[in-house]
């Protein structure tokens, strides 16, 4: 019984090759202004399956390309940007016909300011994915963006500022749009034997033709040594949350 099961269950014949190669170069100049970085990749596997009455033959190819930059704004001191863009294909296919064809487009941009006094980060980012297998093809495209604010004082708090937003859209959709939003504030601060933490966060979620939600959060953290055999922690939240 185990040999005639073997032979109607043969998953052999499965064929892998990766060509990955990965390049960095860095135009010599004094500041590092541009700096080039990228890599490709592609994969190939084959499955066959026998049986008494029927053979199947499911082959798979998936490529991949990303090329991105980085470097100084010029001074160092004025901040850096990072970039990169990438594209990813997967498609799959049954005895000649296909059950898979994705891609995917990846857009991603970061700037970072003033590193040495009042860091600012930005970052967006554009994902785009498409299936094309028909009848049933459809497509989704996620945009996000967030913005990061450090003033790192010394006699009060340090604050950081938060801002956070994104946008999915797929077609087709039932659903329809959802976008996101957030807003937050952290305050820090070392006493001599206590640190404090509080966040405060604000949320904003609409999907579709759904009523707009709303939220607030806050969170708060303390931790005090009284003597080195002795430490208190305190941990606070709250959390609202209507339409």
Same mark, same amino acid.
């Given at each position: 019984?185990?040999?005639?099961?073997?032979?109607?269950?043969?998953?052999?014949?499965?064929?892998?090759?990766?060509?990955?190669?990965?390049?960095?170069?860095? =135009?010599?100049?004094?500041?590092?202004?541009?700096?080039?970085?990228?890599?490709?990749?592609?994969?190939?596997?084959?499955?066959?399956?026998?049986?008494?009455?029927?053979?199947?033959?499911?082959?798979?190819?998936?490529?991949?390309?990303?090329?991105?930059?980085?470097?100084?704004?010029?001074?160092?001191?004025?901040?850096?940007?990072?970039?990169?863009?990438?594209?990813?294909?997967?498609?799959?296919?049954?005895?000649?016909?296909?059950?898979?064809?994705?891609?995917?487009?990846?857009?991603? =941009?970061?700037?970072?300011?003033?590193?040495?006094?009042?860091?600012?980060?930005?970052?967006?980012?554009?994902?785009?994915?498409?299936?094309?297998?028909?009848?049933?093809?459809?497509?989704?495209?996620?945009?996000?963006?967030?913005?990061?604010?450090?003033?790192?004082?010394?006699?009060?708090?340090?604050?950081?500022?938060?801002?956070?937003?994104?946008?999915?859209?797929?077609?087709?959709?039932?659903?329809?749009?959802?976008?996101?939003?957030?807003?937050?504030?952290?305050?820090?601060?070392?006493?001599?034997?206590?640190?404090?933490?509080?966040?405060?966060?604000?949320?904003?979620?609409?999907?579709?033709?759904?009523?707009?939600?709303?939220?607030?959060?806050?969170?708060?953290?303390?931790?005090?040594?009284?003597?080195?055999?002795?430490?208190?922690?305190?941990?606070?939240?709250?959390?609202?949350?209507?339409?």
């Amino acid at each position: 019984g185990l040999a005639v099961f073997f032979r109607m269950m043969i998953l052999f014949i499965i064929a892998t090759f990766v060509l990955p190669f990965s390049l960095i170069v860095g =135009l010599a100049q004094a500041q590092q202004l541009v700096n080039l970085r990228g890599n490709m990749e592609a994969s190939y596997g084959q499955t066959l399956v026998n049986t008494h009455t029927s053979q199947t033959r499911s082959p798979s190819f998936l490529h991949r390309y990303n090329l991105g930059t980085f470097g100084n704004l010029g001074d160092p001191r004025a901040g850096s940007y990072d970039a990169d863009i990438s594209y990813q294909e997967n498609i799959g296919k049954i005895d000649g016909r296909r059950n898979q064809d994705q891609d995917v487009l990846d857009y991603r =941009l970061s700037f970072n300011l003033l590193p040495r006094k009042t860091p600012l980060t930005f970052f967006a980012q554009r994902i785009t994915r498409e299936n094309e297998i028909e009848p049933n093809p459809s497509r989704n495209r996620l945009d996000t963006y967030s913005l990061t604010w450090d003033l790192p004082l010394q006699r009060v708090p340090h604050l950081r500022f938060n801002l956070f937003q994104s946008d999915s859209k797929t077609t087709p959709s039932t659903t329809g749009n959802v976008q996101t939003r957030t807003a937050g504030v952290d305050a820090s601060h070392q006493f001599v034997n206590t640190s404090l933490f509080t966040r405060y966060q604000y949320t904003e979620q609409k999907s579709g033709l759904s009523p707009t939600t709303r939220g607030h959060t806050v969170n708060m953290n303390s931790e005090a040594r009284i003597n080195p055999a002795m430490v208190f922690n305190f941990h606070g939240n709250y959390s609202n949350r209507a339409a």
